[in-house]
């Protein structure tokens, strides 16, 4: 796989279309390319837009299959690639439809446009998050290599005058066996482009896969390992010069004053720039743009969130679960049950404040010049990182070019625009390009955080300890209501809640409530798993704890309320086959287990955990079984797992933001760590295969692994946890 650069051009600003069933007439459209060429476009939003609009070179499409007169196989990309591999499970789709081999698929970045490139399950955004890349592409890509092959064939057989069921593709060719004749695909690409659309075409049977449920080496590693891969923090402009900021310590704060003499007597410090709220400083390189800042002396209004604390916004949470809110899911009648229960279990949880601490902190490169713009970075939104680079240059949508580039992790952090927005007001005082590169300690002090919760948890028992009823309420911010506003409706919305309501297990009585309470000041936005991340924290750490009161196993317990959910008992019965449930550990070692069903997928862990006379915790073994319908690639499921679980992991043990005085306590990984390499454990992942639908797989390993290791630790210890991160301090012997 080459990674084509893309031309500087803007799209048109479009707009997001609403959720609708695929068509294969709405999506799929043909045309010649440059040079006479075959241009298969197709669009992955619905059947209600409008046709793509024609220009010399052929449709403008939402995701497209250009197959050019030299053969090459150029796929149009309307995802970014921030490690999870889509950059080569989605050619293989488009390989194993299209006869060809992957290496022979080139690859292009999407421009900025959500009415081509709108992402159907995120509401029609141009975006790459919630897990959803090859969910969305699953069959259109899919369908669009079958029709590209089909009409391939259909034009070699009227060159030959022969029945098109006569020939096959194979390997980039059309054959004909019977007179063994072979034709390139870039020599028919003219004809095949002049060829009538095939109403229906069949996909291929799972059995007749090629490449799809095969591993496959990722095509990005040998750039990213030679060095040549280019990310946001590479790109270098000519004549760019660079910079780093300091933003206003709290929330809402403004610069009163600030002495830069000193900064500016450095060596290679070009320019001072204010902000309302931040200080920037320009300079020849990035070492002296960082002495320069340092060398500044800022005085700050911190305005009126200067006296935030955690516990104020905590407080403000628990005390908004005392009352009833929207209820998002409500199954029987569940006071009736609770009365009539024979023992009641309730149990309170908090989950805090999480930044993303990405390897690749931000950064932004902007050139704004007299009558344009353009933007270099790395982002998961780029249609509505041009829209704000707009707004804030004060531009036509159409006086924007913005180069989206690879990310060095993005984690939902890159579904924000705020980086792009704040690098083109430097830029707007910079006389040619600027890159602006946030410091690690900007970075995490100025996150957009994963928001915390606080929640009440009830169940009601029989007497057998099976659960009749089943309450949960919880408070916390919501980041749809924010980012998507169509989606929050009636209190409500799909992220908040997932992972809280639609589970795996047969509750008779079930009622969960939300309550939607705001942060003064704090931003929230995704974090890798998002509603999952606290939702199933808590509801795998209370099924533990009703599993305790009924004096039971916690994988029977669990087991016993699966018959109506095949796949999920499948997944839990292998994850304790594998991970030897029930058998003897050392003292002070547990297992712990955890079930769900978010993303499209069935998830079960097993964590194998070692507390420590002082309290340390040590995740020693990880057994996670996925089932995920069907599997593109399963070395990127695999690795997908293995990072989701460290990324968990990290949370689990030491993830936690908090504010003293309106200010982020935290400032970097000494404050902020993350899990090392030598406290990295063993983990093994177990696929299920079947031909089901695809599922996500970028997040469920995260939400998944956390509760796995607070039950974990009870099995070890007999303390639980309702709480996070970990108090080690809890768990000393003795």
């Keep these: 796989m080459i990674l084509e650069p893309l031309a500087s051009r803007a799209a048109g600003p479009g707009r997001p279309l609403p959720a609708s069933g695929l068509s294969r007439r709405g999506f799929l459209q043909v045309g010649a390319a440059a040079g006479g060429g075959l241009m298969l476009t197709f669009r992955l939003q619905h059947t209600n837009a409008d046709p793509a609009p024609v220009d010399a070179v052929g449709f403008a ?5 250009r197959i050019e007169a030299d053969g090459r196989i150029v796929l149009t990309m309307p995802y970014v690639e921030m490690g999870q591999g889509a950059y080569t499970s989605i050619p293989m789709l488009i390989a194993e439809e299209l006869e060809v081999d992957l290496k022979q698929v080139r690859l292009e970045h999407a421009p900025p446009n959500e009415q081509l490139y709108g992402n159907p399950l995120l509401g029609g955004v141009q975006g790459t998050g919630g897990s959803t890349a090859i ?60 060829m009538p659309v095939p109403k229906s075409v069949a996909l291929k049977r799972p059995e007749d896969f090629r490449l799809i449920g095969t591993p496959a080496r990722r095509l990005d590693a040998p750039a990213k390992v030679n060095g040549t891969a280019v990310f946001g923090i590479d790109v270098r402009p000519p004549g760019v010069k660079f910079a780093t900021v300091a933003q206003s310590p709290v929330f809402g704060g403004r610069v009163k004053n600030v002495e830069d003499a000193a900064a500016k007597a450095i060596r290679g410090v070009r320019q001072i720039v204010r902000l309302d709220d931040a200080i920037a400083v320009v300079a020849d390189h ?44 409500n199954i029987g009648y569940v006071d009736a049950a609770m009365a009539n229960s024979v023992t009641k279990v309730e149990a309170t949880y908090q989950v805090p404040f999480l930044a993303h601490a990405a390897m690749e902190p931000m ?3 902007v050139h704004v010049h007299g009558d344009g713009c353009e933007v270099w970075v790395g982002n998961q939104v780029i249609a509505r990182a041009r829209a704000a680079a707009a707004t804030t240059a004060g531009l036509p949508l159409d006086k924007v070019v913005v180069h989206n580039h690879l990310i060095g992790g993005g984690f939902g952090r890159r579904l924000e625009i705020d980086g792009v927005v704040r690098a083109v007001q430097i830029a707007q005082h910079v006389d040619g390009p600027v890159k602006v590169v946030w410091t690690r300690e900007e970075d995490i002090q100025h996150d957009m955080y994963r928001p915390c919760f606080f929640d009440r948890m009830s169940a009601g028992l029989d007497g057998k300890g099976m659960p009749v009823a089943w309450g949960h309420r919880f408070a916390g911010s919501s980041i749809l209501a924010r980012w998507l506003p169509p989606v929050f409706n009636n209190g409500l919305d799909p992220d908040s809640t997932d992972g809280a309501i639609d589970l795996v297990y047969a509750f008779p009585n079930m009622r969960v409530e939300y309550l939607r309470v705001e942060p003064p000041a704090v931003p929230t936005a995704f974090w890798r798993s998002v509603g999952p991340s606290h939702n199933v924290f808590v509801v795998e750490s209370f099924m533990d704890e009703l599993a305790t009161a009924a004096r039971q196993d916690p994988v029977a317990y669990r087991l016993a309320l699966l018959d109506k959910s095949p796949r999920a008992k499948a997944v839990l019965e292998l994850a304790a086959e594998r991970a030897g449930w029930g058998r003897p550990l050392p003292e002070r070692v547990g297992r712990g287990v955890s079930l769900q069903f978010v993303f499209g997928t069935y998830m079960a862990q097993i964590a194998e955990v070692e507390v420590s006379k002082e309290g340390a915790v040590r995740v020693r073994r990880v057994v996670c079984v996925v089932d995920c319908g069907s599997v593109v690639n399963p070395d990127t499921v695999r690795a997908q797992v293995q990072g989701a679980v460290i990324f968990g992991i990290s949370a689990a043990l030491f993830g936690e933001i908090t504010l003293k005085g309106g200010r982020v306590e935290q400032t970097n990984f000494d404050s902020y760590p993350v ?19 695809p599922g996500g797989m970028g997040e469920p390993g995260t939400s998944a692994i956390v509760p796995a290791i607070a039950n974990a630790v009870f099995a070890a210890t007999g303390k639980r946890l309702r709480k996070l991160p970990i108090d080690t301090s809890q768990l000393k012997s003795g």
């Design 363 to 365: 950064n932004c490169t």
């Design 675 to 693: 899990l090392r390499i030598d406290e990295a454990p063993a983990i093994e992942v177990h696929i299920v295969q079947n031909s089901e639908p």
């Design 286 to 329: 990035m070492g002296a743009a960082k002495k320069g800042l340092a060398a500044l002396v800022i005085e700050w209004d911190d305005g009126p969130h200067a006296n935030l604390n955690t516990d104020e916004i905590v407080g403000e949470l628990e005390k908004a679960t005392l009352n009833s809110g929207p209820v998002a899911q």
């Design 61 to 65: 499409p939402n995701a497209f299959i």
């Design 135 to 194: 969910r969305a592409v699953w069959e259109p890509m899919r369908q669009a290599g079958a029709i590209a092959r089909t009409m391939l064939v259909s034009a070699a057989a009227k060159r030959w005058h022969v029945d098109p069921a006569s020939c096959r593709a194979q390997s980039g060719e059309v054959l004909h066996p019977p007179t063994l004749r072979s034709i390139k695909y870039g020599e028919l690409a003219g004809d095949a482009a002049r």
